[in-house]
């Protein structure tokens, strides 16, 4: 059996006072391993130091997937494979093609992002999440860090968290 | 430090704190339902079962049941379709629009409006798929699918395919939006459940919220994903009612060949949709005790959406006229002549009557914050809207060019009974949406109730 991890857990009433905290934390070369929240805390991820999310990549390259395929399609079905000649005018013309081609991008831009989400996020049905403390997803915002990262003792990184703010300092193990 | 403007009202209202809103919201799904909600789900399941019986009766015997003859081949079954998918509308406007231009009102409306898109979309998808007359051959006939005859394939020049495209990716997109928004908010009530005990509970809402953590990094993609397929939606949103209208723009038959059908199509969608939304929220707030979170305030905001759309589709049905005058097209200005002024004068004059005057009781300030008034206009509104897409869809099609054809169209118990059907989907659907679900987006609120809620014992902003 692999030896527990240890952590300190902060809570924090307000996200005013876990913004600066978060600042005044890592200011003091405390690393934090996650902070929880119950609802998006603006400016929270810079404060945390982390790096924009490439999703909206993501979503270009699956919108870009699905202009191609659904334009490429038409064309080669009414085009090629099988020409209709429809009230006079041209088999092959783009303005036509172009109301399907804009909702195929968008579907696969849509769930091709979504998707991706999950997958990086690692979050499936059937998996129970790592709840540190779970009154963060009521009105708690709970900061986690892990003992063994820090080289600060316990007792000294407990100190800094209610000298910062926060209510409350528990430790938990996995 | 958040601040806080003294010229807007609160959104808030009751003094609530983080935890009030997880626990007002939540124990609307922890707790059984109130005999009010008994009678409201009973109502609606009556309407379904009867509605089920006239689309079997159709299935069976096929949509000769229906009252349309060789000259109107289409007429409650279209109407019916555009009145639903524009209604939709709505939804998305508040969450995807609003969300675009940060209006913060939209947060406590947003979930009750989208769920009322997807079912609304849903009564939408039924008519077409049953005018199709086997609807479980749908979706071989309207996709592009390698078939046994050449392949022959779908016609990508038809608005009719483009619209099969159009409402079956709004559908999708829409249920992907509204799904994400709920992720964190299930993971609110498995949290109260596991903290209750109650475990069978507390992993069902896990699996519903792919087991969400509510961790900074999490919330980062998280928002990034919601803003994205914001940007997605809005233009995926007016483009849907733009080839709903293409139906009939690009087609040859006066009262229908018009290029100004689609922004008309899409301000009457809003319009009926904000309509469809307030009915809707106003009896959500008296069964779930929301008054707290869906204020005055926001009502008032919703009925001037009413105004400015209802006067955009007003301004819209005097250009049509003007423009059939202006054109001296004998055949165009026949179709209006008859429009207004011919057997169905009375379809006409209600769909004035509702759309253009009626809301323009609006501008009082006293009607449009009161909530009796504002709940009977906005059935009126949804009344006119409906009136709308009858009048043009069978006032164009009843008189045609030639006169030994000219009839009239009577419903049958059947196109009634479809039409019933789609309201016992509608409301069956959102009342067990808003018993199982979170009607309002706790995450969303929590975020503001910090800065807009209105504190019990401070004196001033």
Known sequence: MAS??????????????????????RDKGVKIKE???????????????????????????????????????????????????????????????????????????????????????????????????????????????????????????????????????????? | MQASSVFRESLVTGGKTVHDVSHDISCQVENKPSRLWWMAFGISLVLLTWGAYCCWMMLWHGIGMWGLN???????????????????????????????????????????????????????????????????????????????????????????????????????????????????????????????????????????????????????????????????????????????????????????????????????????????????????RKVFKLEDYITIYHVELMNIIIIVTGSIVGVAYITELFIAWYGQVPAESYAFYNRVMGPYWWAYASMMTCNVISPQLFWIKKIRTNLMATFVLSIIVNIGMWFERFVIIVTSLHRDYLPSSWTMFHPTMYDIGQYTFTFGIFFTAFFLFAKFFPVINMAEVKSIVKSTSEKKSSTAH
């Open chain 1, 4 to 25: 527990k991890e240890n952590y300190l857990v902060g809570i924090f009433d307000d996200e005013d006072v876990l913004l600066s905290a978060v600042e005044n934390i």
């Open chain 1, 35 to 174: 902070v929880y929240t119950p609802f998006p805390v603006h400016g929270l991820d810079e404060a945390l130091g982390y790096r924009r999310t490439r999703l909206p990549i993501a979503a270009f390259l699956f919108g870009m997937t699905g202009t191609i395929t659904a334009l490429s399609t038409q064309i080669w079905m009414l085009g090629f494979d099988w020409p209709m000649i429809i009230g006079g005018k041209n088999h092959f013309s783009i303005p036509p093609f172009i109301p399907v081609t804009f909702e195929f991008t968008v579907l696969l831009a849509a769930f091709g992002m979504a998707g991706t989400f999950l997958v990086v996020s690692d979050m499936k049905p059937y998996k129970w999440p790592r709840m540190f403390d779970n009154r963060s997803t009521d009105d708690k915002h709970v900061m986690a860090i892990d003992l063994a990262a820090n080289k600060i003792s316990k007792e000294e990184i407990s100190q800094i968290l209610k000298s910062n703010g926060a209510s409350e300092v528990n430790e938990k193990s996995y």
């Open chain 2, 70 to 284: 060789k000259t109107v081949g289409w007429a409650w079954d279209i109407t019916n379709f555009v009145w639903w998918v524009g209604i939709g509308h709505a939804g998305t406007l508040i969450s995807a629009i609003l969300l675009l231009f940060r209006q913060r009102w939209r947060m406590s409306i947003n979930r009750a409006a989208e769920a009322m898109t997807i079912f609304a979309v849903i009564c939408a998808l039924s008519f077409p798929g049953f005018h199709m007359g086997r609807l479980w051959l749908g979706f071989y006939w309207a996709l592009p699918l390698p078939n046994a005859f050449g392949s022959l394939w779908v016609n990508f020049n038809s608005p009719l395919l483009w619209d099969v495209f159009a409402i079956s990716t709004y559908f999708s997109v829409s249920l992907l939006f509204w799904y994400m928004g709920l992720i964190p908010d299930f993971a609110v009530i498995r949290d109260r459940a596991v903290r209750m005990g109650h475990m069978t509970r507390a992993r069902i809402y896990n699996a519903l919220s792919f087991g969400w953590d509510g961790a900074a990094k999490t919330w980062m993609r998280y928002e990034s994903v919601a803003l994205i397929l914001a940007g997605l939606s809005t233009p995926l949103v007016l483009s849907v009612h733009t080839i709903v209208s293409f139906d009939f723009a690009t087609s040859v038959i006066p009262g229908w060949h018009t290029t100004i059908f689609p922004p008309y199509f899409v301000a009457g969608a809003i319009f009926s949709g904000f309509a469809m939304v307030l009915t809707l929220l106003l009896v959500t």
